[in-house]
T-cell receptor, first 114, second 109 residues
């Protein structure tokens, strides 16, 4: 399978715990994006990387959220001290730099904070 | 004003009809526009991209772009029950995609 891969698919955690999600992009794609989606809404931009460089982070994003892409390949998204409002689908997408940002999504990680 | 706006629907059409989905955007500098389809509980799937004013056809799908009016649309001809999904409009702003809230389409047999 050469698509975008996200792990885990589902995560249930207690409020206050830290969680980490992983995204493996399509191998030749050098851009990687993280989005969050809640029921009835479109995906909300969180952050994106060009290779290992984090180019932009949403101003709406709490400092409890951090993302890394240390070698320009896979990426991790960590949420510290989770809150019930963090419950959502977390989506990762990747694209080539030169294809007008035609981005392809992974299956997503559904987070439930109890 | 939201950056990308869509009617949330639901839009209901009979099988075989044309479904018309609309989207407006606020950033006049945007150059790339996309339509994604999302089935319930699944992730978005890219179905169309458009970069120039006018129409772009791919099978039963036609994307239309009018940059002067800041308007993008998606037409689905010969709608099928399997087309029932949420359709997301996305606009490239500064290298990242900004999404509308999506329009739910229901195709009735």
């Amino acid at each position: 399978d050469t698509g975008v891969s996200q792990n885990p698919r589902h995560k249930i955690t207690k409020r206050g715990q830290n969680v980490t999600f992983r995204c493996d992009p399509i191998s030749e794609h050098n851009r990687l994006y993280w989005y969050r989606q809640t029921l009835g809404q479109g995906p909300e931009f969180l952050t994106y990387f060009q290779n290992e460089a984090q180019l932009e982070k949403s101003r709406l994003l709490s400092d409890r959220f951090s993302a890394e892409r240390p070698k320009g390949s896979f990426s991790t998204l960590e949420i510290q001290r989770t809150e019930q409002g963090d419950s959502a689908m977390y989506l990762c997408a990747s694209s080539r730099r030169d294809s007008n940002t035609e981005a392809f999504f992974g299956q997503g990680t559904r987070l439930t904070v109890v | 004003q939201k950056e990308v706006e869509q009617n949330s629907g639901p839009l209901s059409v009979p099988e075989g009809a044309i479904a018309s989905l609309n989207c407006t955007y606020s950033d006049r500098g945007s150059q790339s526009f996309f339509w994604y389809r999302q089935y319930s509980g699944k992730s978005p799937e890219l179905i169309m991209s458009i970069y120039s004013n006018g129409d772009k056809e791919d099978g039963r799908f036609t994307a239309q772009l009018n940059k002067a009016s800041q308007y993008v649309s998606l037409l689905i001809r010969d709608s099928q029950p399997s087309d029932s999904a949420t359709y997301l409009c996305a606009v490239n702003q500064g290298g990242k995609l900004i999404f509308g809230q999506g329009t739910e389409l229901s195709v009735k047999p």
